[in-house]
């Protein structure tokens, strides 16, 4: 038995040593796949890759949407509406009482000057960031004519203002300028 012992007793260390041996170079290795998984976020956060830089503007042919109408486009990846308003719309997102709002701002302030008949939002719901409807076609518009976040039921008018609902803002009017009558670039 003795002999058992002694003789055993090598192979064990050696094994243990061999054991160790193997988890140190498991650690080892798992710190660098670890260095490298935190390094490739920081590098590709710092460098903008290209479609992104693509997507900082974006320029729209609008002559196709006609009074009433509007589509929805892309900007760095987040929808957005331009709408061409009736007269009607214009006139109705005219005659409220601009201090009574959540979020008070006239048609004109959301609109360029002489172009107030081209709203031009970002399609994001301003209480948890659902797509509102309303910009596609038979898409229900809300109690007010303009959009209508069926996520938790954010009522916009016809400027995408927000009227009723959880929704604290107004539809976002982002950059935008008109390159010419019929084309926009957002961004
Ligand atoms: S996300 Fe639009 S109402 Fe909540």
Request: aromatic residues 6%.
């Amino acid at each position: 038995m003795a002999d058992q012992a002694s003789i055993n007793t090598p192979d064990m260390t050696g094994e243990g040593v061999r054991r160790r041996d193997f988890i140190n170079i498991a650690a080892v290795s798992f710190a660098g796949v670890g260095g490298l998984a935190v390094l490739v976020p920081l590098v590709s956060q710092m460098a903008p890759s290209a479609d992104v830089l693509a997507q900082s503007s974006t320029e729209i042919d609008i002559s196709a949407i006609q009074p009433g109408q509007a589509i929805k486009a892309v900007f760095r990846k987040q929808p957005v509406f331009i709408r061409n308003l009736t007269p009607e719309e214009i006139a109705s997102a005219e005659k409220v009482d601009v201090a009574s709002l959540r979020d008070p701002q006239t048609l004109e302030e959301r609109t360029k000057a002489g172009k107030t008949n081209w709203l031009i939002t970002m399609g994001v719901c301003t209480h948890l960031g659902c797509v509102p409807l309303g910009a596609g076609e038979g898409e229900v518009k809300g109690e007010f004519g303009g959009y209508f976040c069926p996520c938790h039921g954010s009522h916009y008018d016809t400027a995408a203002r927000i009227r009723k609902g959880p929704a604290p803002k107004n539809l976002e009017v982002p950059e935008y300028a008109f390159i010419s009558d019929t084309v926009v670039k957002i961004g």
